[in-house]
């Protein structure tokens, strides 16, 4: 069974660094195809695709935030983490991470979410 | 502004057959990427509910399908239930971004 589950904190302050967590277990990110992606909601908004890690170590960001986003792994531990610098309460989110196979191209599960408020 | 476009809100009655529309371009849909949906519940994390355009994963009711024409794809819902209020998000990946992207999100409503 292939589970999920973010970790990190719950307020950060504007112009911080934010650093979240997604451990994960059922499958490993240095087999084939594996990648790990992070992917955010603003409360009563549409989901928006962030980063993605690949079984190779390539990475992916997103085209409009990804001067401030670095995804790294950590294959003996089973974690993903993503940075995400200079937050700004526009920044308020629930972070997401799930699980992609390469060539499938779909998000498939995802962890519980964890709601990061950016506020002073 | 999502780069797949999804009708804000579509509501039917109980039994009903309902579509969602998820409009795109040449860059993602248009490419032959496939389309993926996924099924949020009120306060609930987002579910995969169709994988590559038209296959449902185990547990997902024959009720759900997909399909895909050109540079769109659509999901439908037939026999509405009540269950089945939620948010509904399309999935593609866009080449000229070079990055996975999601529709701006359709409310369903069960009247």
């Known amino acids: 069974q292939v589970t999920l589950r973010e970790s990190g904190p719950a307020l950060v302050k504007p112009t911080q660094t934010l650093t979240l967590t997604c451990t994960f277990s059922g499958f490993s990110l240095s087999r084939s195809g594996a990648c790990v992606s992070w992917i955010r909601q603003p409360p009563g908004k549409a989901l928006e695709w962030l980063a993605l890690i690949d079984w190779d170590d390539e990475k992916h960001y997103s085209p409009s935030l990804k001067t401030r986003l670095t995804i790294s792994k950590d294959t003996s531990k089973n974690q993903v983490v993503l940075t995400m610098t200079d937050m700004d309460p526009e920044d308020t989110a629930t972070y997401y991470c799930?699980?992609?196979?390469?060539?499938?191209?779909?998000?498939?599960?995802w962890g519980q979410g964890i709601l990061v408020t950016v506020s002073s | 502004q999502s780069v797949l476009t999804q009708p804000p809100s579509v509501s039917g009655a109980p039994g009903q057959r309902v579509t969602i529309s998820c409009a795109g371009n040449?860059?993602?849909?248009?490419?032959?990427?496939?389309v993926h949906w996924y099924q949020q519940l009120p306060g609930t994390v987002p579910k995969l509910l169709i994988s590559?355009?038209?296959n449902r994963p185990s547990g997902v009711p024959d009720r759900f399908s997909g399909s895909k024409s050109g540079t769109s794809a659509s999901l439908a819902i037939t026999g509405l239930q009540a269950e089945d209020e939620a948010d509904y998000y399309c999935?593609?990946?866009?080449?000229?971004?070079?990055?996975?992207?999601f529709g701006g999100g359709t409310k369903l409503t069960v009247l």
């Open positions: 590559a355009t038209h």
């Open positions: 999935q593609s990946y866009d080449v000229s971004l070079s990055a996975w992207v």
């Open positions: 799930a699980r992609m196979t390469w060539n499938d191209n779909w998000f498939d599960p």
């Open positions: 040449s860059s993602n849909i248009g490419t032959g990427y496939d």
